[in-house]
């Protein structure tokens, strides 16, 4: 299982409709509203790339009210 971390910009007034919908994505594990550049923090675990893909394209972005994401995954050392 691999991990992500999307940071969110949603639109001036949006932040919580997003943040609620989020909560529906199965694959969405954690999400918390921030201050700052980025409004939420969403963490994603998934299987392989092509369910982290359907999760960022086809589910989060489509959302109303986000303006921006930016995706980090995670890592082991």
Same mark, same amino acid.
């Given at each position: 299982?691999?991990?992500?971390?999307? +940071?969110?910009?949603? @639109?001036?007034?949006?932040?919580?409709?997003?943040?609620?919908?989020? +909560?529906?994505?199965?694959?969405?594990? /954690?999400?918390?509203?921030?201050?700052? /550049?980025?409004?939420?923090?969403? #963490?994603?675990?998934? @299987?392989? /790339?092509? @369910?982290?893909? #359907?999760? +960022?394209?086809?589910?989060?972005?489509?959302?109303?009210?986000?303006?921006?994401?930016?995706?980090?995954?995670?890592? /082991?050392?």
């Amino acid at each position: 299982m691999s991990t992500a971390f999307v +940071l969110i910009k949603a @639109e001036p007034g949006c932040e919580r409709d997003v943040y609620l919908s989020l +909560l529906d994505i199965d694959s969405i594990s /954690e999400t918390h509203v921030a201050y700052g /550049e980025y409004d939420i923090i969403a #963490r994603i675990d998934f @299987e392989d /790339e092509h @369910e982290m893909a #359907r999760t +960022l394209i086809g589910n989060m972005r489509s959302l109303p009210g986000i303006i921006k994401t930016e995706t980090l995954i995670a890592v /082991e050392v």
